[in-house]
């Protein structure tokens, strides 16, 4: 299932230039390069060549293709073999070798990946943060030792709040943020879930005075996406994180703020400052 998405692997950032280095990542448990093309666009491609099994990480990126170190191979973005130089010059033994590539995009400030079946290859996702401008938006990323739905079952779980993002001040002035504290002070909000056609939200309700009630409402997007309550009736960004798999142990969280009308700028964020 999860490879019937575009999923976002890197940062713009980390793959620069054209003809530049290789990377390496590892992605649903796969070990691949990733390079950028002469031409600017993105090559993925399995991490052994399909020769001798040396590692295309050490290949060199040149005229749009990636060749390997160890016999000259060399393979465009589609896996197929354009040069082939210790074959004589009539051989076409070239036209017989195919790697394994992946398509990659370049969209919204990251750099995506889809490892699903050809016919099935959607559009790139419409998500807020990306379709914002690029002022506008920010990401972060760091791996985290888990599998990547504890990572997520514990970002979109609204009770933690209370315990985790506490003060530790006994006598702390509620009335400094008055949500906050009706957030902390109630430990066992209920729990109310709605399915969407792109996942689900949940509203999770605590007490608060007056015989109201204080919402925190979480999206879930598929395939590992959230959106974290941000504080009702303030101009501030939204942050969110994508809980990226890079195999049953280990995760990308890559996180996100965006504003739609504001550069990030103006708010001098950090990850997830806005979170709680």
């Given amino acids: 299932m999860m490879r019937r998405y575009w999923q976002p692997i890197f ?3 980390e793959l620069p230039e054209p003809d530049g280095a290789p990377i390496r990542v590892r992605h649903l448990g796969e070990n691949l390069i990733a390079w950028r093309n002469s031409d ?3 090559g993925l491609m399995q991490n052994a060549c399909p020769h001798r099994g040396a590692s295309m990480f050490f290949g060199r990126n040149e005229e749009n293709g990636l060749r390997c170190v160890y016999h000259g191979w060399k393979f465009d973005t589609e896996g197929n073999c354009v040069d082939m130089p210790n074959e004589p010059a009539e051989s076409n033994f070239k036209h017989k070798i195919q790697a394994t590539t992946y398509p990659g995009a370049e969209w919204g400030g990251l750099v995506w990946i889809y490892m ?3 016919d099935k290859q959607p559009g790139l996702p419409q998500y807020d943060w990306c379709l914002t401008p690029n002022p506008g938006r920010q990401y972060w990323k760091w791996m ?3 599998n990547y739905l504890q990572g997520l079952e514990g970002n979109i779980d609204s009770s933690h709040a209370s315990f985790l993002h506490s003060f530790i001040e006994k006598n702390h002035d509620w009335n ?3 949500r906050r504290g009706d957030l ?3 430990g066992a909000p209920h729990l109310t879930a709605k399915e969407t056609p792109f996942g689900f939200i949940y509203g999770a309700a605590r ?3 007056d015989e109201q009630h204080y919402w925190r409402v979480t999206p879930f997007s598929l395939p590992f996406y959230t959106v974290i309550p941000g504080t009702p009736d303030t101009d501030r960004p939204f942050s969110g994180h994508g809980w990226v798999p890079i195999d049953d142990e280990n995760v990308w969280l890559i996180t996100y703020s965006w504003h739609p009308t504001r550069p990030m700028s103006d708010f001098g964020e950090k990850p997830g400052h806005n979170a709680h």
């Fill in 144 to 146: 985290q030792e888990s």
């Fill in 40 to 42: 600017g666009s993105v």
């Fill in 176 to 178: 400094v943020n008055v």
């Fill in 207 to 209: 007490q608060a005075p």
């Fill in 184 to 186: 902390i002070k109630d």
């Fill in 11 to 13: 940062l713009k950032s």
């Fill in 116 to 118: 699903g079946p050809p």
